[in-house]
């Protein structure tokens, strides 16, 4: 039997044994959305925005605020917006949040880029990503002389979804089939968002609310580097971010 199935096993198994009630039997959040082959193991990191922001490095234009709110991460923002995980992942993990594009008629209120950064280095500082953060500011081509993996979720107006490998030289090349413009690959405002990321060495995918939108097979991929938060001229809400160890992710 394969583990897989093992696994699958075992759970249903515990879940007949658990009293009835609101909660028992309830599998993580996590598995819920993935195909059983793609397994969350140890959750490595978490934050439900309930504490502070001790996790996290705001790099952010003037004119804009982020911020904690009723068990959120709160970024109203004018100018351009990064809020980088302080913790650097590697290995194969899963990157998964809530997110939601608030449109409320608020001076930044709009439907467009629901975007990351994730994988992310510094060529000039591989061990430290912060070292040029005041100079960064939130200003997008700031970014651009770092290595990353990049969704822009609904960017340029809410007209474009892309994926782009940042290869640490100032360039940000794309494949033709990453520029996406279908309607549903868009923002929906005030509609709650799960993303998920999964980085399991070469292979590398993108999914919304359980779906695929990017999967991508890296010949050269980025295996370690730091997890960002990015959006510009919007009004954003984060939640439940979780971090865990894959255990298997054999597609």
Known sequence: M????????????????????????NPPASMVDLPPQIMP??????????????????EQAPGGTTRLLDGKLEIDD??????????KLAGAILIEYEATLVNQGGPNDRDSDLNCFWMATDPRHSDN??????????????????????????????TTTRF?????????????QHDLNGKE?????????????????????????GEIVFDFTDRKPLREGWFGIRTVRNHLR??????????????
């Open 78 to 87: 004018a100018g351009g917006c990064t809020v980088w995980f302080t913790n």
């Open 129 to 158: 990503l912060f070292f040029d953060s005041k100079n960064r500011r939130g200003i997008f081509k700031n970014y651009d002389a770092l290595r990353l993996y990049y969704v822009g979720y609904g960017a340029n107006g809410n």
């Open 164 to 176: 782009r490998r940042y290869p640490g030289d100032g360039s940000r090349p794309m494949l033709p």
């Open 41 to 58: 193991g140890k959750l490595l990191y978490l934050d439900d925005f309930d504490h502070d922001l001790s996790q996290w490095v705001v």
């Open 238 to 251: 984060i939640g439940g971010f979780r971090v865990y160890r894959l255990e298997s992710a054999k597609f």
């Open 2 to 25: 394969k583990k897989s199935q093992l696994f699958a096993t075992a759970w249903f198994v515990l879940c007949a044994l658990l009293p009835a009630g609101p909660a028992a039997g």
């Open 185 to 209: 690959f868009m923002n929906v405002p005030n509609q709650t968002r799960k993303i998920q990321i999964i980085a399991d060495g070469d292979r590398i995918q993108f999914r919304r609310d």
